[in-house]
């Protein structure tokens, strides 16, 4: 028998999203859900479904989760069909960005009802919740996953057929109160908008894109098995499409070696003595900044299919990412003037940005404990998969004997969906691969 060609990944991913186009336009279903992994594409898909819905003559509504998102998408929709007339449902005190200012056919206002003359519509679900009149017949969930349950229900009313999309990998919703009044519960508030949905409506169909344009083949393969145990995904590039190339000689101490290994494998574990530390660890937060301003300083170029004649790692293609709003704080003050256009912010507020470069200050380092907060897998997801080139890990060692010491002792609640993966298995899995690099052989 004659050995299979494999399926060029552009080829996989289209085939893929002709699927999902097909079922919105059969109007068989009243949902369909796309599942999508870090970087594959799930705006594109966004806007590309919008232009074909618009196309019908029908009206559009699309609910993002963040005034970000919301101009990040109306950014990319405005420009690839600006014969659309897009309208931004917005607070009366919002103050529109350049993102949609540089937009002739994008029109602001606080009222749906101003927004009739628009094909597509475009607001957060908590601005979409207060809208109490009107109906379209479509609607486009963006960052599903990140959707509250209750959020949906708000907005329900508003739509008659509706596309989810979103990364079922990354962060859940989350609450500052107690919600174990709700566990177990269908409708439960605190599930994804997502999880609620297929619940209630098992037979709806629910679509995976199989690859991921943002991660290279150095971490696709990592990212997929620690995170997407059961549906997976692969690199859109090849190891020879990408590669990071340091231009300028380096003391060679210990931050030299571990952005040297990262530039060389995509990966480094810059690991700092056992100690039980505060959660802001000032030698970790210095570690974190010293690796970002030494791969400014090493000059890092970066070769991708978007650059292949190399592109300047500059400070703002550089991502730091931790757990803490106080670790980001005195990351940032360790930087300092040079290091000022370094992105430094929560896993929270990364979801969703890409770079070429990111220094992770992970989770568990230098605790004596391993809460469900630490351990959840979403939060290391997306501070592992925000990077086109490499990620550099700073951590204090033993995490992996805090984890052995420190398994789930949360009691079981009856009726609650498992989520995969668990936490402290995806934890293991990208301290595993970090030693293989980090110690050949091991």
């Not at 209750?150 to 509706?162: K, N």
Request: glycine share 8%; charged share 20%; hydrophobic share 45%.
């Amino acid at each position: 028998m004659m050995p299979q060609l494999a399926v060029p990944p552009a080829v996989e991913a289209e085939r893929v999203i002709t699927a999902v186009l097909a079922d919105l336009r059969s109007g068989d279903h009243r949902g369909v859900v796309v599942d999508s992994p870090p970087g594959a594409g799930k705006s594109t898909l966004v806007v590309r479904a919008a232009v074909e819905l618009a196309a019908t003559g029908e009206p559009l509504m699309i609910i993002a989760q963040t005034n970000e998102q919301v101009d990040d998408l109306i950014d990319r929709l405005a420009g690839k069909a600006p014969e659309l007339r897009v309208g931004r449902l917005s607070a009366a005190d919002y103050r529109p960005s350049s993102r949609v200012t540089s937009h002739q056919n994008v029109r602001v206002a606080a009222k749906a009802a101003d927004l009739s003359a628009s094909a597509v519509a475009i607001g957060t679900a908590a601005k979409w919740a207060t809208v109490t009149e009107g109906r379209w017949p479509w609607a486009i969930v963006d960052e599903a996953y990140q959707m509250r349950s209750d959020a949906l229900l708000r907005v329900a009313s508003r739509f008659e057929r509706a596309l989810f999309v979103g990364d079922p990998g990354q962060l859940d919703p989350f609450s500052t109160v107690e919600t174990g009044r709700w566990a177990g519960l269908t409708w439960d508030p605190m599930q994804s908008a997502v999880a609620v949905l297929l619940r209630h409506n098992p037979q709806l169909p629910v679509h995976r894109l199989p690859v991921s344009w943002r991660l290279p083949a150095s971490a696709a393969p990592v990212v997929s098995r620690a995170f997407y145990p059961f549906t997976g995904f692969r690199a859109g590039t090849a190891t020879a499409e990408r590669a990071l190339h340091l231009t300028e000689a380096g003391p060679g101490d210990a931050v030299d070696r571990a952005v040297e290994l990262a530039a060389a494998t995509g990966w480094a574990l810059h690991e700092l003595p056992a100690r039980h530390t505060l959660r802001t660890d000032g030698e970790a937060a210095a570690a974190c900044a010293a690796l970002a301003l030494r791969m400014l300083r090493r000059g890092a170029v970066a070769v991708s299919e978007q650059a292949p004649g190399g592109a300047p790692v500059t400070a703002d293609r550089i991502a730091v990412g931790a757990a803490h709003r106080d670790q980001v704080a005195a990351i940032r003050a360790q930087l300092g003037e040079a290091g000022a256009d370094v992105t430094v912010d929560t896993a929270n507020r990364l979801q969703g940005r890409e770079y070429d470069v990111t220094i992770v200050l992970h989770p568990l380092s230098g605790r004596r404990d391993a809460t469900a907060f630490h351990l959840e897998s979403g939060r290391l997801c997306v501070l592992a998969s925000r990077h086109r080139q490499a990620c550099v890990v700073v951590a204090r060692a033993g995490i992996g004997e805090l984890l052995d010491a420190h398994p789930s002792t949360e009691a079981p609640q009856l009726d609650v969906p498992v989520k995969f993966p668990d936490g402290w298995e995806a934890h293991q899995a990208i301290l595993a691969h970090l030693a293989t690099v980090t110690h050949p052989g091991r």
